[in-house]
């Protein structure tokens, strides 16, 4: 507003400003019961669930990290991070494959992959766990890995084809005429210009696998190999006589998420825009 | 923005020697694309050979149509797919919310960041964390009811989660408060990189802030609104396990209230142990889905544009 505004703009500036801060306060109100709740205790949270924790403690963080909780960590920290890497790899090969040439049935790869977006997963849950059951894969990393990196595929090559269809021609042409070959011309001219769209895409896709339940339950289904989700599922029924330590588990959970999305923000809206290169 | 027309794959002559070698030892595109074709084509492929199979057999003989039957008539099978009908209201909302967030948060410039992150807040908070916490806050005796009590609106403190009634109402409500910021990050995004030349000129032309953005920015929105309404119509119809497994501990209840067709067909499978007609089950629902096939080939016409573009 650089010029004088008049009652009723500076009305109508207000009432979006009190409209934003009530979104912001719906958004925040669940974090903030399980951050202070996680800091509280037992009593304290029954009798006032909004307050702030009057006398920090951190008996919840030591009571919810014992037991098999690190463990569950550790093997989410695992299946998320191999499969979100073998799938950033896979997809930007793959996107490269189908974003430089122009071949035969091309656009028919790519809309059969597109479509391949809208299979649920449930739907491939029987038959893979057949498959896995066959092999004597259930309850391994290897297979829950595998199966996370086929869904996560689809959406990764096609929001990446879509980007490398954007960049400019005439950068690569000048990498081949410099006698570049094509995994050069990949590594040293497509990859540094692809920095937002694969961040997001990582972001995303850790989001989702670490996030991940239905097949996590099925494929790792002894103790020792549960993931994270799998396991505080069952937590709150274990710790139901003490909210703060469900409380406090739930924080541990979402907080690797929290830092990716903390160091990544930057990023995300510029590579949520992935496909225009203008204005980078 | 320069759009290139994609190299033709064919067999030129090089341009200098490095270019030969070049060419030989990258045949083309197929060695690109093979891992995440042979990946893509094991899980999706060979699932849906065998889905099909599984749901013509029992105990590995031909039945026909028998399990098609079986499913269809199984009263509880037609709750689910009736809730996972329901959920798909939500979506609606949840593209206006989203429109009415990114345009509010567009047009503010003070404190935007952090209104931003805070909108974005519940999209990286995992479904198994939000359902333990709603659980907790939407407890008969929980923190929303005794705040709506101190406020004096004893008749609005219901049991949200334990009466069939409404908990599947409830559990949109919460469904909706998670996907709300992923539209409202989308929309925003594509706000942003759009020419702010017309803006200015609908602005100087004297549209106020409603003609603005309905007239204006809304119909250059519409591929990414369209792409987020698809994709929020297959969260409901096929990505709501989470939410209602954590929040019922994989019960469905109260009752059947909240019952969707993945818990059905998960619980037909490890519970019931009728692999068979889990398999049925999901291969109709695979069909009821493939409708919005059509919905993402309208978005693959753009492909060329690219999504996120005009």
């Keep these: ?280 | 923005m320069i759009k290139p027309a994609p190299t033709e794959y064919r067999f030129t002559v090089p341009r200098n020697l490095g270019a030969v070698f070049g060419r030989l030892r990258t045949p083309g595109p197929i060695l690109w694309i093979l891992p995440a074709a042979l990946c893509v084509t094991l899980i999706f492929g060979y699932s849906i050979v065998d889905l099909v199979q599984q749901s013509f057999k029992y105990r590995g003989d031909w039945v026909g149509f028998e399990n098609f039957s079986l499913v269809l008539t199984d009263p509880l099978f037609r709750i689910a797919i009736f809730h996972n009908f329901l959920l798909l209201f939500t979506v609606p909302i949840l593209a206006v919310m989203s429109f009415i967030c990114a345009v509010l948060l567009f047009e503010t410039r003070k404190g935007m960041k952090f209104y931003r992150s805070a909108v974005f807040l519940p999209y990286i908070l995992p479904i198994p964390v939000i359902g333990v916490v709603f659980g907790q806050l939407l407890q008969l005796n929980g923190a929303l009811n005794s705040a709506l009590r101190a406020m004096g609106f004893d008749s609005l403190a219901l049991d949200w989660l334990g009466d069939p009634k409404q908990a599947l109402w409830t559990m949109s409500g919460i469904i909706i408060w998670k996907e709300v910021g992923f539209g409202t990050i989308l929309i925003l995004a594509r706000l942003i990189s759009l020419p702010l030349e017309t803006l200015e000129a609908a602005r100087i032309d004297g549209a106020g802030f409603f003609r603005l953005h309905f007239q204006v920015t809304l119909p250059q929105l519409r591929p990414v609104i369209l792409f987020y309404v698809i994709n929020e119509a297959i969260v409901m119809v096929s990505w709501v396990f989470n939410y209602v497994y954590v929040m019922t501990n994989g019960q469905g209840g109260p009752g059947n209230a909240t019952v969707v067709s993945e818990l059905y067909i998960y619980r037909s499978a490890f519970q019931n142990k009728a692999p068979e007609l889990a398999a049925t089950s999901a291969l109709l629902l695979l069909l009821a889905t493939s409708v919005f096939i059509i919905g993402f080939f309208r978005i693959q016409r753009n492909i060329n544009k690219g999504v996120f573009d005009e």
């Design chain 1, 1 to 280: 507003m650089n010029k004088k505004s008049t009652p009723l703009e500076l009305a109508g500036v207000t009432a979006r400003q009190l409209i934003l801060i009530l979104i912001t306060a719906m958004a925040i109100v669940p974090g903030y019961l399980m951050i202070t709740g996680s800091l509280k205790t037992q009593e304290e949270f029954l009798n006032s669930p909004w307050s702030l924790p009057m006398n920090p403690n951190f008996q919840g963080y030591s009571a919810a990290w014992n037991d098999q909780f690190p463990t569950w960590f550790r093997n989410s920290l695992l299946v998320t991070v191999s499969a979100v890497l073998f799938t950033i790899v896979m997809a930007a090969t793959a996107a490269w494959g189908f974003a430089h040439w122009k071949w035969r049935g091309r656009d028919t790869v790519l809309g059969l992959l597109i479509s391949l977006m809208v299979v649920p997963p449930v739907v491939l849950l029987i038959p893979l766990f057949t498959l896995g059951a066959k092999l004597g894969w259930i309850s391994t990393f290897r297979m829950l890995i595998l199966v996370y990196i086929g869904l996560m595929l689809p959406f990764s090559i096609y929001l990446l084809t879509n980007f490398f269809r954007a960049i400019p021609v005439s950068l690569i042409e000048a990498a081949e005429i410099d006698g570049a070959s094509d995994f050069r011309t990949f590594r040293s001219v497509v990859l540094p210009l692809s920095g937002p769209p694969l961040i997001t895409l990582t972001i995303v896709n850790l989001l989702w696998a670490w996030n991940e339940l239905l097949l996590a339950l099925v494929f790792l289904q002894s103790d020792e190999k549960k993931s994270l989700m799998v396991g505080i599922t069952g937590f709150q029924s274990r710790y139901s006589l003490s909210i703060p330590t469900i409380m406090a588990g739930m924080t541990i959970a979402t907080l690797p998420l929290f830092i990716t999305y903390i160091f990544g923000q930057r990023y995300f809206i510029t590579g949520l825009t992935a496909g225009s290169v203008k204005g980078e």
